[in-house]
Nanobody, 127 residues
Framework: QVQLVESGGGLVQAGGSLRLSCAAS????????MGWFRQAPGKERHVVAA????????YYADFVKGRFTISRDNAKNTVYLQMNSLKPEDTAVYYC????????????????????WGQGTQVTVSS
């Protein structure tokens, strides 16, 4: 089992920045990749960014490219999402997820590829 705890969400004005953190504990040696997803009210949960744990290959959704950066600190078992130039449409609950194995793509991007989920952290961007 892997436990994930997100932090860093909050309220920010458009154009501002936030950094989300996701601390993993438990069988972290078994993690293949970690990802950030988000879900706005009434909408499906979509991948935002993902990173493989050992080689740090990354994926970004088109709507965050150039604004968000995913990174990981292996020593701290923590993955980060630096979010810059935030827009009101970035408002959502952000979830951290961990994949235990590779299923298909090198960097997993769909929900079904992830085995463990955090509780989510709210990000609200005001206009």
């Amino acid at each position: 089992q892997v436990q994930l705890v997100e932090s860093g969400g909050g309220l920010v004005q458009a154009g501002g920045s936030l950094r989300l953190s996701c601390a993993a504990s438990g069988r972290t040696f078994s993690v293949y990749a970690m990802g950030w997803f988000r879900q706005a009210p009434g909408k499906e949960r979509h991948v935002v960014a993902a990173i493989t744990w050992s080689v740090a290959r990354t994926y970004y959704a088109d709507f965050v490219k150039g604004r968000f950066t995913i990174s990981r600190d292996n020593a701290k078992n923590t993955v980060y999402l630096q979010m810059n130039s935030l827009k009101p449409e970035d408002t959502a609950v952000y979830y951290c997820a961990a994949a235990a194995t590779r299923r298909g793509m090198v960097v997993p991007t769909n929900r079904g590829s992830y085995d463990y989920w955090g509780q989510g952290t709210q990000v609200t961007v005001s206009s």
